[in-house]
């Protein structure tokens, strides 16, 4: 089966600019996920949808990010502005349903100058 | 919340050892710890996973040993093999699959 798609692969923006990462989950899956992972350490949970509803956003900086995930298939997470510190891979995963086996997308590598 | 800590955050073994990558986790209500490998540029995939209903599970040279009541578990690799070389996570969640807080994740360099 077709696995997690995500892009672009990579991005570099400067400081202040916004950006846009896109990700088209495994399809019939109803779980979405998005995970940040700074260099050296494990993913961290932003957001999690169920459909096109937020399930999870308590780790999600709202002041600057935001998801959606529209008619329950693709999703968008974007930054406005970005910092320094928001330079990490960004990670999308999805699963069949809440409670079974994520499956990751290759993710989106994000430098900000 | 939960907090997962994982040992050692580099190993270097000799091609045929035996590996051993240990976590520890501080929510007693977590239920579910998988494993995953992520190498160099790629995304991470699940290699094995553990539920709190069993001790210890096996799939061919890999197996995870869960100790619920020290709250710790275990990710072992024999025969270690060049290929194996990655950076492997562990995880942990309440509920199945959801919500999965990560360890920090632990380079493995087999040699040949």
């Known amino acids: 089966e077709a696995g997690v798609a995500q892009s672009p692969r990579y991005k570099i923006i400067e400081k202040r600019q916004s950006v846009a990462f896109w990700c088209n989950p495994i399809s019939g899956h109803a779980t979405l996920y998005w995970y940040q992972q700074i260099l050296g350490q494990g993913p961290k949970l932003l957001i999690q949808f169920q459909n096109n509803g937020v399930v999870d956003d308590s780790q999600l900086p709202k002041d600057r990010f935001s998801a959606e995930r529209l008619k329950g298939v693709d999703s968008t997470l974007k930054i406005q502005p970005a910092k320094l510190e928001d330079s990490a891979v960004y990670l999308c995963?999805?699963?069949?349903?809440?409670?079974?086996?994520?499956?990751f997308g290759s993710g989106t590598q994000l430098s900000v100058l | 919340g939960e907090n997962v800590e994982q040992h050692p955050s580099t190993l270097s073994v000799q091609e045929g050892d035996s590996a051993v990558i240990k976590c520890t986790y501080s929510?007693?209500?977590?239920?579910?710890f998988p494993w995953y490998k992520q190498e160099l540029g790629k995304r991470p995939q699940l290699i094995i996973d553990i539920r709190s209903n069993v001790g210890e599970k096996k799939d061919q040279r890999i197996a995870v040993t869960l100790n619920k009541t020290a709250k710790h578990f275990s990710l072992h690799i024999t025969e270690t093999q060049p290929e194996d070389s990655a950076v492997y996570f562990c995880?942990?969640?309440?509920?199945?699959?959801?919500?999965?807080?990560f360890g920090a994740g632990t380079i493995l360099r087999v040699k040949s």
């Open positions: 929510d007693s209500a977590s239920n579910y």
């Open positions: 995880a942990a969640s309440r509920e199945y699959g959801n919500k999965l807080v």
């Open positions: 995963a999805s699963s069949r349903a809440r409670g079974e086996k994520l499956f």
